[in-house]
Antibody
């Protein structure tokens, strides 16, 4: 059974930093395309970032490019999202998910999410 | 503003069928058969219901079906049940720099 468990969310001031973790079981993060998707309170889903299997190429939404960094630790089978220069509009539940598809666009396994609140 | 357009809400009675639309452009929905749908209950993670326009993952009820015509994809739920009441999101591959786009979501109420 695949399980993705996020952690690391919390309250942070504008301009601050936070690192989210996503611990995986039942799948290897190194051999899958792993993404972060967020959902602001009462709003829809927004794709944030992806890290490719193998070589680990990374891609980001324009809204977080240059501020967020996705990485993984294969030995711990864990995905990370380092978030710097946080803004109020980054407040959201952050989900890690496995990305699938010939053109990589859909998500078949999701974690339960971790809430990030950016506020002074 | 979301890249894909969905109605904010739809409703139906138990046993009825409803359809949720998802409208994009030729750069996403209309250009490729790469559309998926998710069900999200309050406080829960999204659940994949349909991928590649028409395919259901193992374990998803055959009451859920997908289709596409031109730039609009649709999710149809037949034989509505109370537990189908949830938010539904579409998403698509896109040639834009975003790589992945979602719809704004549709709240389904089973009355």
């Amino acid at each position: 059974e695949v399980q993705l468990v996020e952690s690391g969310g919390g309250l942070v001031q504008p301009g601050g930093s936070l690192r989210l973790s996503c611990s995986a079981s039942g799948l290897n993060v190194s051999s899958n395309y792993m993404s972060w998707v967020r959902q602001a309170p009462g709003k829809g889903l927004e794709w944030v970032s992806v890290i490719y299997s193998g070589g680990g190429s990374t891609y980001y939404a324009d809204s977080v490019e240059g501020r967020f960094t996705v990485s993984r630790d294969d030995s711990k089978n864990t995905l990370y999202l380092q978030m710097n220069s946080l803004r109020a509009e980054d407040t959201a539940v952050y989900y890690c998910a496995r990305e699938r598809g010939t053109y990589l666009y859909y998500f078949d396994y999701w974690g339960q999410g971790t809430l990030v609140t950016v506020s002074s | 503003q979301s890249a894909l357009t969905q109605p904010a809400s739809v409703s139906g009675s138990p046993g009825q069928s409803i359809t949720i639309s998802c409208t994009g452009t030729s750069s996403d929905v209309g250009g490729y058969n790469y559309v998926s749908w998710y069900q999200q209950h309050p406080g829960k993670a999204p659940k994949l219901m349909i991928y590649d326009v028409t395919n259901r993952p193992s374990g998803v009820s055959n009451r859920f079906s997908g289709s596409k015509s031109g730039n609009t994809a649709s999710l149809t739920i037949s034989g509505l049940q109370a537990e189908d009441e949830a938010d539904y999101y579409c998403n698509s591959y896109t040639t834009s720099t975003t790589l992945v786009v979602f719809g704004g979501g549709t709240k389904l109420t089973v009355v």
